[in-house]
C-alpha cells in the first residue's frame, strides 16, 4: 500500500507559476503527487509535458491531468460533443508525454436525457476519442470520469462504475462531490465496497471540504464551493482510517481553496494514525 498527497495545481507557495517549478515545490514539501490543470484550457505543450514528466519521475512525484471543463459528452450537439473530444484528447496526449495515467474529466450534463440516454452517449464518444487518442500514440493514460456534485450533472458513482466495467476507463472518486449531492451524508466504508467489482489497483480521489445546497428538484444537493478540511464537511479523519484499515494504493489529491496546505493537514491525520511516508 502506498498513500500519495498533493494538490490539484501549482503550489499556493511556488516562487514561479510554471508546472515544473509547481512539481519542484510539491516534493520540498515532502508531498509526493499533483494534478496538472488544463481546467481553462489545454496550453501546455508536448515538449512543455515531457519536461515535467521527467522532473516528476525524478522527484517521484506522481502525476495527473485534470481536463478542460467546457466538456460535455452527453450533448445533443454534434459540435459541442467534437470539441469536447479534441480536449480530451489534447489532454491525454500531454498526460501521456508526461507518464500520467489519469487524465480526469466532468463528462457532462444529462440536459433533456435520461440517465440511461446520457449513458449510451458518454460511452460511444469515449470509445470515439480512446480510438483516435490510440492512433495518435497513446498508450498507457487514459480517461477517468469524476464523480460529479450536481444532480443536473452525469457522473454518480453508480453510473461511473457500470462504465468502467463496460468500457475500461478509470474513475476519479471526488468524496466532496459524493457529500454534496447526497446532501451532506456519506458513507465511506460502502463507497469503497461499491468499488470493489473495479478491483483497482490503484485508487484517483479528490478531497476538499465542500458547500452545498438542496436540489430543488426536492431530491439530493448541489455543490456550490470547495472549502478547507477544517470545516469537517465531509471529515476526512474517517476515510484516512477507512483507506489504511483497507490497505488502499491510494493518490489523493486536494481541491481545497488552500491546496497544498489541506495536502500537508491530509498527511499529518495519516502521520497520527501510525502510517509512514
Not at 471526488?174 to 466504508?189: L, M, S, V
Request: charged share 30%; with cysteine.
Amino acid at each position: 500500500m502506498k498513500i500519495r498527497l498533493g494538490p490539484a495545481g501549482i503550489p499556493t507557495v511556488a516562487t514561479k507559476r510554471s508546472t515544473v517549478e509547481g512539481i519542484k515545490t510539491v516534493a520540498q514539501l515532502g508531498l509526493n503527487a499533483m494534478e496538472v490543470e488544463f481546467v481553462r484550457g489545454v496550453a501546455m505543450s508536448l515538449e512543455g509535458a515531457a519536461e515535467a514528466g521527467q522532473v516528476a519521475s525524478q522527484l517521484d512525484v506522481r502525476l495527473s491531468v485534470h481536463a478542460p471543463y467546457f466538456i460535455n459528452l452527453c450533448s445533443k450537439d454534434r459540435k459541442v460533443a467534437e470539441a469536447s473530444k479534441k480536449r480530451i484528447v489534447d489532454s491525454l496526449l500531454r498526460a501521456e508525454r508526461m507518464g500520467a495515467l489519469e487524465v480526469v474529466v466532468h463528462a457532462g450534463y444529462y440536459g433533456g436525457l435520461s440517465s440511461e440516454e446520457a449513458y449510451k452517449l458518454v460511452k460511444q464518444r469515449y470509445g470515439e476519442l480512446m480510438d483516435e487518442a490510440r492512433d495518435k500514440g497513446v498508450k498507457k493514460a487514459n480517461v477517468a470520469f469524476e464523480t460529479t456534485g450536481k444532480v443536473s450533472q452525469f457522473g454518480t458513482l453508480d453510473e461511473l462504475i457500470s462504465l468502467c466495467r463496460e468500457v475500461n476507463c478509470l474513475i476519479c472518486v471526488d468524496f466532496a462531490h459524493i457529500y454534496a449531492r447526497q446532501a451532506g451524508k456519506i458513507d465511506y466504508a460502502e463507497v469503497f465496497d461499491r468499488l470493489k467489482p473495479l478491483k483497482p489497483s490503484h485508487l484517483h480521489v479528490h478531497f476538499s471540504g465542500i458547500e452545498w445546497s438542496p436540489a430543488k428538484t426536492g431530491e439530493g444537493g448541489n455543490e456550490k464551493n470547495h472549502v478547507e478540511i477544517k470545516h469537517d464537511k465531509p471529515p476526512f479523519k474517517p476515510l484516512a482510517q477507512e483507506i489504511l484499515k483497507r490497505k488502499i494504493d491510494v493518490t489523493i489529491i486536494s481541491e481545497s481553496p488552500i491546496l497544498e496546505q489541506d495536502s500537508l493537514v491530509m498527511k499529518r491525520v495519516f502521520e497520527e494514525l501510525g502510517y509512514k511516508f
